[in-house]
T-cell receptor
Framework: NSKVIQTPRYLVKGQGQKAKMRCIPE?????VFWYQQNKNNEFKFLIN????????QIDMTEKRFSAECPSNSPCSLEIQSSEAGDSALYLC?????????????FGPGTRLTVL | GDSVTQTEGPVTVSESESLIINCTYS????????LFWYVRYPGEGLQLLLK?????QKGSSRGFEATYNKETTSFHLQKASVQESDSAVYYC??????????FGIGTRVLVRP
């Protein structure tokens, strides 16, 4: 069973508000991913890190979304000004490394509702 | 971009019947993607069911199996005899070498006792 911890499990924000969610990867996993799963069950990769360094990210993330994985602190994903379309399940996953053999372990997700 | 298409659910089967969930992929970012099946059981998080990283190989787990077919760009999931505990949502996914995953929309499977 995955030991990735995500908080909070549920988050409700008004349009224009900031929304911040956190992720503690499994111990010893230097690679962290963020995905968004919308109400149509479509997944979208947002960003991934190795330790504190960004490996890949999509354009959306560069605008209203920001993410970081500071040393010795939880990783976080923040939406600066929430929009209704941001309502989704945000999944954090961690991995022991990169490469074909590295499995991703998912947390339970943070369900964001933007009113 | 990369994409994954899988059987639209829900799929309802009776216990001890066979199950097949079709999955086809299109990989534009990488010639030989890694292929995965993830599963989400009721009330639980997403977890890896099986993976195959080499074309032509078969992966298996918990009685499920899937073969990486590069010619047909398919990775169908099969089980010969399902149990009620197999009721879940199954996701086909492909991964690039940076491990970014592209998922299908999931197939909900309901197994009747």
């Amino acid at each position: 069973n995955s030991k990735v911890i995500q908080t909070p499990r549920y988050l409700v924000k008004g349009q224009g508000q900031k929304a911040k969610m956190r992720c503690i990867p499994e111990k010893g996993h230097p690679v962290v991913f963020w995905y968004q799963q919308n109400k149509n069950n479509e997944f979208k990769f947002l960003i991934n890190f190795q330790n504190q360094e960004v490996l890949q990210q999509i354009d959306m993330t560069e605008k209203r979304f920001s993410a970081e994985c500071p040393s010795n602190s939880p990783c976080s994903l923040e939406i600066q000004s929430s929009e209704a379309g941001d309502s989704a399940l945000y999944l954090c996953a961690s991995s022991p490394g990169q490469g074909s053999y590295a499995e991703q372990f998912f947390g339970p997700g943070t369900r964001l509702t933007v009113l | 971009g990369d994409s994954v298409t899988q059987t639209e659910g829900p799929v309802t089967v009776s216990e001890s019947e066979s199950l097949i969930i079709n999955c086809t992929y299109s990989a534009t970012s990488i010639a030989y993607p890694n292929l995965f099946w993830y599963v989400r059981y009721p009330g639980e998080g997403l977890q890896l069911l099986l993976k195959v990283i080499t074309a032509g190989q078969k992966g298996s787990s918990r009685g499920f199996e899937a073969t990486y077919n590069k010619e047909t760009t398919s990775f169908h999931l099969q089980k010969a005899s399902v149990q009620e505990s197999d009721s879940a949502v199954y996701y086909c996914a492909l991964g690039d070498h940076g491990n970014k995953l592209t998922f299908g929309i999931g197939t909900r499977v309901l197994v009747r006792p």
